[in-house]
């Protein structure tokens, strides 16, 4: 649903406006969910103007909302992870995410920390992958308690993801 500036000022308005506590369903699932939980259609409001001019919207009280995700998630629906992705594992969402011309080398490194101590001393561990320049890293150094050395590489990588064991 493509907005102007006046529009889009509008959505957010009516949206701040909203009462907190409440969800909202819009479009053909706002109908579903009033003829199959309210069991009629008066509950419907046509945002944007009317019929299929505006966009269909169903108000959720908190009850509701978890008796419809109750229903939807437990009674004989199939569901399948399609994509899954993290802040560092992006590569699923790789062709939404930089179409466009953005570059690639803005995809975040992925990084393995491993914590010791060793006749008082804090050492660290790092492994990193960095799938873009197609490069893994290894590192062991010495750090403060407040781990200062391993902040300053993390933000250096670009990391946005770390693994950490258990």
Same mark, same amino acid.
């Given at each position: ?81 399609? #994509?899954? $992705?993290?802040?560092?594992? /992006?590569? +699923?969402? %790789?062709?939404? !995410? ?51 050395? #391993?902040? $300053?590489?993390?933000?250096? /990588?670009? +990391?946005? %993801?770390?693994? !950490?064991?258990?």
């Amino acid at each position: 649903m493509a907005l102007d500036g006046r529009e889009q000022s509008g959505f957010v308005h009516w949206y701040k406006s909203q009462i907190k506590g409440f969800y909202s369903v819009h479009g053909e699932d706002a109908l579903f969910v009033a003829r199959q939980f309210y069991k009629t259609t008066a509950v419907v409001k046509h945002l944007g103007g009317s019929g299929d001019a505006g966009l269909s919207s169903v108000t959720l009280n908190r009850n509701l909302f978890e008796q419809v995700l109750r229903e939807l998630l437990l009674e004989g629906t199939d569901y399948a992870v399609e #994509l899954a $992705a993290s802040p560092g594992r /992006l590569a +699923a969402f %790789e062709e939404e !995410l930089f179409r466009g011309g953005i570059d690639m080398a803005d995809t975040p490194v992925v990084v393995a920390v491993v914590l010791a101590m060793k006749e008082g001393v804090r050492e660290v561990g790092l492994a990193y992958a960095d799938v873009v320049a197609r490069r893994l890293g290894v590192a062991q150094f010495v750090d403060d308690e407040l781990l200062c050395s #391993l902040e $300053a590489v993390l933000v250096q /990588l670009g +990391a946005k %993801e770390v693994l !950490l064991p258990k």
